[in-house]
């Protein structure tokens, strides 16, 4: 849609007054030299060891709060923005702040209702034989009459940094949710059909203009 992904996320970020300090992490030349077309320079890459395919989203964040640290700055909260999740809404993103400097919260996550419930999802075996993950009475429940349910949608992570460094992870016991309103705050670009409904979204709503 005629800017680089990354420059999504970045462009958003820089809209938010309560944002302090914006660091990239990557391991990536070429994500590198495009952040400096659009202004903004890495300082350091990523360790090579927190750079590969099952390194661990919790322990990247937390080596840039060292690094951080062992330059004489330190934080209260660190956001998590990531760019495979580049359609956000400003105003998630306030309450979200709002919630965790407010309330007794540890962290704030952003989560968009399912639209395919797990009461009504199966495991196949290899017989192709189906099993309900849950109890057989909620398949004769209409989908429109069960609980609504909600999924981790990518887009928000807040946190505070004690908490993160104590329980090693984003989800800690004291953590509420935003419920975003958007469908495209759901969007996760994890293949090209979500590359494709990204696109889609972004020209219904009109989020490039």
């Known amino acids: 849609m005629g800017k680089p992904l990354i420059a999504w996320t970045i462009d958003f970020v820089k809209k938010l007054d309560s944002i302090d300090e914006i660091y990239i992490s990557t391991d990536s030349e070429e994500i590198i030299e ?7 320079n890495i300082h350091e890459k990523r ?14 964040v937390l080596d840039v709060v060292n690094q951080f640290e062992k330059n004489g ?10 760019p495979t999740s580049p ?9 979200a702040i709002s919630v965790i400097t407010e309330t007794d919260c540890d962290a704030v996550v952003g989560v968009s209702e399912v639209e395919e419930h797990p009461y009504h999802m199966f495991n196949i075996d290899g017989n192709l034989s189906l099993t309900p993950w849950f109890s ?8 429109q009459d ?8 990518g887009s928000l992570y807040l946190v505070k940094v004690s908490e993160l460094k104590r329980q090693n992870t984003f989800f800690p016991k004291q953590a509420k949710a935003v419920i975003c309103r958007f469908p495209y705050e759901a969007v996760d670009i994890d293949t090209q ?14 989020l490039n203009s």
């Open 73 to 82: 700055k330190t934080f209260d909260y660190i956001a998590l923005f990531q």
């Open 34 to 40: 495009c952040c400096k077309k659009i202004g903004f």
């Open 146 to 153: 069960l609980p609504k349910c909600y999924l981790v949608n």
């Open 193 to 206: 059909y979500d590359w494709v409904v990204a696109e889609a979204l972004v020209k219904h709503f009109g």
């Open 136 to 143: 057989d009475e909620f398949l004769k429940t209409r989908s």
């Open 47 to 60: 360790p090579g060891t927190l750079a590969t395919d099952t390194s661990n989203t919790v322990d990247v």
């Open 87 to 95: 359609l956000r809404d400003i105003s998630s993103w306030n309450q």
